[in-house]
């Protein structure tokens, strides 16, 4: 909440006195979700699983048991297709790749129009390059978009630990199940879309949406569980966004910290809201011609 208020007071955005703006500072998460709650019910989540499992090199890429991961230093990401079949899974249709570091919860996306091997791989190779830190290590479910040679060469040439999840086993990649959710399904919903023009429309929403969240878009992080009997107490850490997340760690240089800082500086959140909000009508405007 503070630099989100320092953000909109900065550009200009909101205009209210200091005691308002102290009261919406000392907002606790509980009222906030109070008061937010009649726009939740109207939320009717549902999705389909098309993850197809890739045999051929399940040997050679282990299932990830943590002791191959540093979880405290950035650069070890999870990474997941979201698929935007709507109802049905015949045919061709666009799929978002997710890829969410454990430690900062830095997340980046990119959209492709099917999920083929290349064109998985290169999105992969794209969104490597956006985040502020090198990648380290990487862990995927069984699907064999990632599953394959391509992936396990690039991962072996570029000294990147490679672990795949649990078969059937969610809760092994549960922060990147997280950002599905609160980010692919939040802004893109649960229609289908078959077509470039739809991919590249979804890109250019993802490439607000990146500074939106990282920037602005804090997380609690589990960092403890204290069990009585049959009763489990868990212990959070104050709520960061993944840019303070970066700031704060020792493993990140001060030359990307700065840059970092500069582009926080320049950033709107609510000019980023309306720029998604209106990249999403579009896609959907486009999505209904289409349908017709």
Not at 19 to 32: E, G
Not at 95 to 117: F, M, R
Not at 121 to 128: C, D, E, K
Not at 199 to 221: A, C, E, Q, W, Y
Request: with cysteine; glycine share 6%.
């Amino acid at each position: 909440m503070p630099d989100t208020l320092g953000a909109l007071c900065r550009h200009g955005e909101l205009h209210c006195g200091t005691v308002v703006l102290d009261k919406l500072r000392r907002m606790s998460p509980a009222t906030i979700d109070r008061l937010l709650t009649d726009k939740r019910k109207a939320l009717s989540p549902h999705g389909r699983s098309t993850t197809k499992p890739g045999s051929l090199l399940k040997r050679q890429i282990p299932v990830r048991m943590g002791s191959e991961w540093d979880d405290n230093r950035p650069g070890f990401v999870e990474m997941d297709l979201v698929a935007h079949c709507g109802d049905s899974t015949r045919g061709m249709y666009a799929n978002t790749l997710d890829v969410t570091d454990i430690a900062t919860g830095w997340s980046e996306q990119a959209a492709v129009v099917n999920k083929a091997q290349v064109h998985v791989f290169a999105a992969f190779q794209q969104l490597r390059s956006r985040f502020p830190f090198p990648l380290l290590g990487v862990d995927s479910d069984n699907g064999s978009e990632f599953i394959n040679s391509e992936m396990l060469r690039y991962c072996i040439q570029e000294n990147l630990v490679f672990t795949r999840s649990r078969p059937y086993k969610k809760n092994d990649g549960c922060h990147i199940e997280q950002k599905n959710w609160s980010i692919v399904r939040q802004i893109a919903g649960y229609g289908r879309f078959e077509t470039q023009a739809e991919t590249d429309l979804l890109n250019r929403i993802f490439g607000l949406v990146r500074l939106h969240n990282n920037f602005f878009m804090p997380s609690v992080k589990l960092i403890g569980k204290v069990r009585d009997g049959s009763h489990v107490t868990r212990m959070y850490d104050p709520p960061l966004t993944p840019f303070k997340r970066v700031l704060a760690s020792e493993s990140v240089s001060q030359d990307t910290k700065q840059s970092l800082l500069r582009l926080f500086d320049g950033l709107n959140p609510l000019d980023l809201k309306r720029g998604i909000s209106q990249l999403v009508s579009e896609l959907y405007n486009l999505n209904d011609t289409l349908q017709r």
